[in-house]
Antibody, heavy 120, light 107 residues
C-alpha cells in the first residue's frame, strides 16, 4: 500500500527556520516525483515545487522559488520542505503528494498534511 | 498563463440528486485536466485525470467529460460522502494551477 506520512504540526515564531518531512512507503521512492502543495486557511491549493528523487531534479513554482528549499534523501525514502526564515504568511497546511508517472503535477497519493502555525 | 475557473462556487443539493460541476480554462488545455475531491481536514483525493480517466477506487457514479476549454464533473446520484469541495486542475503548464473549487453542500 502506497503511503506518504508527514511530520507533525509545528508552531514557530516569525524569523525561525523549519524543515518538515514526508516519508514514502509501499513503492519505489526513486521512481516517482514528489511535490509540495500549500493550502492556506480556508483557501485553495497552490503548487510549491516538485522533486524527482531518482536524480534530485527540482522544479519550483515561480511564486515559491527562493522562498523555500525542496530536497529528498532517497536512502530513507523521505522528501523535505524547508524555510530559513518563516513569515506569518507562511501559516498553512502543507501537503506532500506523489505524482502519477509521466504526468508531472497530478498527484495520485497525498500525505496527511502538516499544519504550520507562525505567530509571535 | 492559463487560468481555470469553476462554477458554481456552491451547489446545494439533496442526497440522491444529480450534481453537475463546471470547469473552464482560459485557453485550450486539450484533455490535460484533473479533478479532486477534498473533505474538511483531509487531503485532496484524485478523481480523474485526462479529463475522463477514473483514478483507482473512484465510484462509477462519478464521471468526467470535456476537452479544450470546457469540462464537467458529474455525480449521478449524490451520496452522503460526496458532500465536499471539488477542485479542477489543468496540467498543460508548470505550475499546474488548481481552480478555486466548488463546494457541494447538503440542501
Amino acid at each position: 500500500e502506497v503511503q506518504l506520512v508527514q511530520s507533525g504540526a509545528e508552531v514557530k515564531k516569525p524569523g525561525e527556520s523549519l524543515k518538515i518531512s514526508c516519508k514514502g512507503s509501499g513503492y519505489i521512492f526513486d521512481n516517482f516525483w514528489i511535490g509540495w502543495v500549500r493550502q492556506m486557511p480556508g483557501k485553495g491549493l497552490d503548487w510549491m515545487g516538485i522533486i524527482y528523487p531518482g536524480d534530485s531534479e527540482i522544479t519550483y513554482s515561480p511564486s515559491f522559488e527562493g522562498q523555500v528549499t525542496i530536497s529528498a534523501d532517497k536512502s530513507i525514502s523521505t522528501a523535505y520542505l524547508q524555510w530559513t526564515s518563516l513569515k506569518a504568511s507562511d501559516a498553512a497546511i502543507y501537503y506532500c503528494a506523489r505524482g502519477i508517472k509521466a504526468i508531472r503535477g497530478v498527484p495520485d497519493y497525498w500525505g496527511q498534511g502538516t499544519l504550520v502555525t507562525v505567530s509571535s | 498563463e492559463i487560468v481555470v475557473t469553476q462554477s458554481p462556487a456552491t451547489l446545494s443539493l439533496s442526497p440522491g440528486e444529480r450534481a453537475t460541476l463546471s470547469c473552464r480554462a482560459s485557453r485550450s488545455v486539450g484533455r490535460n485536466l484533473a479533478w479532486y475531491q477534498q473533505h474538511p481536514g483531509q487531503p485532496p483525493y484524485l478523481l480523474f485525470y485526462g479529463a475522463s480517466t477514473r483514478a483507482t477506487g473512484v465510484p462509477v457514479r462519478f464521471s468526467g467529460s470535456g476537452s479544450g476549454t470546457e469540462f464537467t464533473l458529474t455525480i449521478s446520484s449524490l451520496q452522503s460522502e460526496d458532500f465536499a469541495v471539488y477542485y479542477c486542475q489543468h496540467y498543460n503548464t508548470w505550475p499546474p494551477p488548481f481552480g478555486p473549487g466548488t463546494k457541494v453542500e447538503i440542501k
